[in-house]
């Protein structure tokens, strides 16, 4: 129920106009060892205009790879073709309320409107390609026009189409070389009728047909659906369309709040409100993460659970002077009688209440699912490689774009039904050395730890085990002496623990009981507790979030979490609780993160690696320094305003962002720097808008590792861009990165490269023939070591597709790369096989992964960013930017972005603590 409105805010995109902030001082440039560098200023006016350097992408290679074998594979690409050459006329359309002559950005008004329009106007009838929001397209001339049309509800808008500055039109002749614009004009045309049709509805580009048999139920309130995910793409052979099979997890549209909770707490609707004693704190995360409707439709974000119930709370409406209850209220304003008013309200901010009762779930995807929901995800999600061809192919013939679709035919556009194919490179895994010289060569993929020791192994003499999960003495004991015995096999020197039992009936803080046994055991065997290690209940993410803030910040030491259900497992023969038959595997496998944590190498890339010799030794050998950068984004925060309406707040993006940056020869070692960075708006921020922090204090572990000396060449693996963001993000990141370099020592430019990886796509490689599986007859997915870099990937770009890892549930997706800046002169030889081994290199498996480490590794670090809290961040920086409409260019607002790093413990600055 609100009671206050307001005026609603307009969301903005980025751009880059920066006011002043305070000017660097010599004395802060210069780099002491040792030290605890604070967060500090930079005249950015100043800075920028010596550092800032229009990005140029580099041309696309003369070469294509070379290296390994040939083999054939199909790929899930489409190719289009032109039967007619046409001219399309672009129109901005603007859909104002007649009441309050305020401009409204709606979908279900932008259908309405066109509905109403073609009315009117049948002969335009397939030739408007229109988003539902500002932007529409035509085959033909339209006249400014204006659209009168009212809503379902009575409310009354109008509509102006008024054409687009470019008179000429846009021509419809050539889709071989197709620019942005084209794309985006050929993905309307693809997604038009889809679009339109009620019976499906979409998220972004994938497509999902609203029948119950199409829904899988996955959790509570929530569904498992599958879909066609349809994106046009520029590619060497022209555009072509990708297309999918993806799946969701939506919410169960109209499902009450009130069967939810029954659900929640296994309760019936008469016993639901003994169930709001005690602790909520597990209801309220629940709450917080379903995203709700009022009985009006409005979107509900809860913000607590307000124990006073529909009759107990009073409030004063406008103009009246006798408070009124709010079941009162609803019987009166929506002649609405609760059947629950014992039940307590939630609170929706701003001192705004509502029944439980009159919220039910929105159709929306949901993204924070809990284990449970996750793992049922990806069980019904997966399918094996050849099975999700041929449902791709299936997608094909049911859609049949060519026969069914009226835009398609309007436009003169087909659609080829048969997948591209294209010869593959296939090449083999890097050589990788243990301890003592063993060497072993990455098969598929994989290899063990059978028979290896550690290639530096480090040293435990003082350490924590402590039982959080009520294990038997026995098995708990047994545990302590085969981590023991397992570490000692691979050179892990390591004392036995002092072992602990945690009650949580009795010792209701862990925080407390670690830190006063830590300093106990420090004061009597006079010396540093180095390493704490708990056994944990499945689930207890605030034991892990403890742990994680007492090691990492507070106390500077190495912590390792591990489940209880890893070591004692069901046994569904004997039907009870076993000790885990693999022990020797999980201990090994905990090992390998404990040895890297203390500052250790567990393997490295061997010298002898015939790849190695003839290409990548100059990177190897030579002064270069390999970053990672990740940007992690929980779910934004709805700001409340005084006097303002549930529907109308504003957003708070408090991201996370995370750098790692190597400081050894072989790669291996990445310390870490995370900063939080806070914006409000429409819109996250996914760049890292003062990138030049955390690089600074990466350079300066380097430096302090390296005699004093600065890297020579500087090579960036950013994850999370996509297509449209590259040139701002890559742009602002590079100037950073630059600043950095002058902060740290005046007049250093090393060469810099920056590539960014692509995870999430939806290109799929699919085996040709049956002796070119990764393991023929067992796994049907194409092999680890498959390169692409012709015929799919851009006309333009410097880019490339590597399937670096193993499949082993569904099909495997490959990674795309694009080299977007180069000041090291990168073939793509080199630039390949450097991104390929370097997925052999992630710390924590015996596996090659499916992208290179350092990327992993900014990724695991971003979200142990999200485990802390945020006062642990040193003084906070601001710099007040300007954020484009994304609709409206000439539209710019002035905002502010908010970042601070966190204050990892100096013991922790040069280890990988977060692995």
């Not at 099975?387 to 049949?400: G, H």
């Not at 404990?594 to 290409?615: E, H």
Request: aromatic residues 10%; proline residues 3%; positive net charge.
């Amino acid at each position: 129920m609100n009671q206050n409105n307001a005026p609603k805010g307009r969301g903005r995109g980025l751009g880059r106009g920066r006011k002043n902030q305070t000017q660097k001082t010599a004395e802060e440039n210069s780099i002491k060892k040792n030290e605890d560098t604070e967060f500090k200023k930079t005249d950015i006016q100043n800075e920028e205009a010596c550092l800032k350097k229009e990005t140029e992408f580099p041309a696309k290679p003369k070469n294509k790879f070379s290296l390994g074998t040939d083999f054939r594979i199909l790929v899930n690409h489409f190719k289009l073709s032109l039967q007619k050459k046409s001219k399309i006329f672009q129109y901005d359309v603007s859909i104002k309320d007649v009441d309050t002559n305020e401009e409204k950005i709606s979908k279900k008004l932008g259908k309405i409107m066109l509905q109403q329009f073609l009315n009117q106007n049948p002969s335009y009838t397939n030739k408007i390609l229109y988003d539902f929001k500002k932007i529409l397209y035509c085959t033909e001339r339209i006249q400014d026009s204006e659209v009168q049309f009212e809503t379902s509800k009575g409310r009354k808008f109008t509509a102006l189409l008024k054409e687009a500055n470019r008179p000429s039109g846009l021509d419809l002749n050539n889709i071989q070389e197709p620019d942005e614009e084209l794309v985006n004009v050929l993905q309307m045309i693809l997604t038009q009728n889809m679009r339109s049709d009620e019976k499906y509805f979409n998220f972004g580009k994938s497509f999902y047909e609203n029948r119950k048999e199409n829904r899988k139920e996955i959790g509570i309130g929530l569904d498992l659906i599958d879909g066609v995910s349809i994106s046009v793409r520029p590619t060497e052979q022209g555009a072509a369309v990708n297309l999918n099979k993806t799946s969701s997890a939506i919410n169960q549209e109209g499902k009450n709040l009130i069967e939810i909770l029954c659900e929640f707490f296994r309760c019936n609707e008469n016993n639901l409100i003994t169930k709001f004693n005690g602790n909520l704190s597990k209801l309220l995360e629940f709450l917080k993460n379903l995203d709700l409707m009022d009985h009006l439709e409005r979107p509900v974000k809860v913000q607590d659970i307000y124990l006073n119930n529909s009759r107990q709370h009073r409030f004063k409406l406008k103009n009246e002077q006798n408070q009124i209850s709010v079941e009162q209220y609803f019987l009166n304003k929506y002649n609405v009688k609760l059947r629950h008013p014992n039940l307590p309200l939630l609170s929706i901010g701003a001192r705004n209440f509502i029944p439980l009762e009159v919220c039910c779930l929105r159709q929306t995807r949901r993204s924070n699912l809990n284990p449970d929901e996750q793992s049922q995800m990806i069980r019904n999600s997966n399918i094996k490689c050849l099975q999700r061809k041929e449902r791709i192919l299936d997608l094909v013939n049911e859609l049949d774009f060519n026969n069914k679709d009226p835009f398609l035919k309007e436009y003169g556009i087909q659609m080829d039904p048969k997948m591209t194919e294209l010869m593959a490179k296939k090449i083999k895994g890097a050589t990788l050395e243990y301890g003592k010289g063993l060497k072993v060569v990455a098969n598929c993929g994989r290899w063990d730890n059978i028979g290896k020791v550690f290639y530096d192994p480090k040293k435990i003499s003082r350490w924590i085990l402590i039982d959080c999960s009520n294990l038997s003495k026995e098995n708990f004991d047994y545990f302590s002496k085969k981590f023991v015995e397992n570490a000692r096999k691979m050179q892990l020197n390591i004392e036995e623990p002092i072992k602990m039992i945690f009650d949580k009936n009795s010792q209701s803080d862990l925080k407390k009981f670690i830190i006063e046994k830590i300093k106990t055991i420090e004061n009597e065997k006079k010396g540093n507790v180095e390493f704490v290690m708990i056994i944990n209940n499945k689930k207890d993410s605030q034991n892990y979030n403890i742990l994680k803030e007492i090691g990492d910040i507070e106390c500077g030491l190495i912590t390792q979490c591990i489940d209880n259900s890893a070591i004692i497992k069901w046994n569904n023969k004997t039907k009870q609780n076993e000790f885990n038959r693999n022990i020797d595997l999980l201990c090994s496998n905990i090992c390998l993160k404990v040895n890297c944590k203390l500052g250790g190498t567990n393997f490295k890339i061997s010298t002898q690696d015939q790849n190695y010799c003839q290409y990548l030794k100059e990177f190897f050998e030579s002064d270069t320094m390999i970053f990672g950068i990740d940007v992690n984004h929980p779910a934004p925060v709805k700001q409340q305003k005084e006097n303002s309406s549930n529907k109308e707040e504003e957003k708070e993006y408090d991201s996370i962002a995370a750098v790692v940056g190597s400081v050894d020869k072989n790669f291996c070692i990445y310390p870490a720097s995370i900063l939080r960075q806070k914006k409000k708006g429409k819109r996250g921020l996914e760049l890292v808008y003062h990138l030049n922090h955390p690089i600074y204090e990466l350079l300066k572990e380097y430096k302090e590792k390296n005699n004093d000396k600065l890297p020579s060449k500087l090579i960036f693996f950013r994850d999370g861009i996509s297509d449209g963001q590259f040139s701002k993000v890559s742009q602002h990141e590079l100037n950073e990165i630059r600043k950095a370099c002058s902060n740290i020592q005046q007049g250093y430019t090393p060469s810099i490269s920056y590539i960014v990886v692509q995870k999430r796509h939806q290109t799929r490689f699919f085996p040709a023939n049956f002796s070119d599986q990764a393991e023929p007859g067992k796994n049907e997915n194409v092999p680890p070591g498959t390169i692409v870099d012709r015929v799919i990937v851009t006309p333009d770009k410097f880019d490339y597709f590597i399937c670096s890892h193993l499949g082993i549930q569904g099909t495997s997706k490959p990674c795309h790369y694009y080299l977007l800046y180069d000041e090291n002169n990168f073939d793509s030889n080199k630039l390949i096989l450097l991104s390929f081994y370097l997925c052999h290199l992630y710390a924590r498996s015996t596996t090659s992964v499916s992208y290179p480490a350092p990327t992993y590794y900014a990724d695991l670090c971003a979200e142990r960013g999200r485990k802390y809290n945020q006062k642990h961040t040193n003084q906070p920086i601001t710099s007040t930017d300007y954020e484009t409409d994304r609709y409206d260019n000439n539209i710019r607002n002035e905002v502010t972005i908010e970042s601070a790093l966190f204050k990892i413990h100096p013991n922790l600055k040069d280890k990988m603590f977060y692995i």
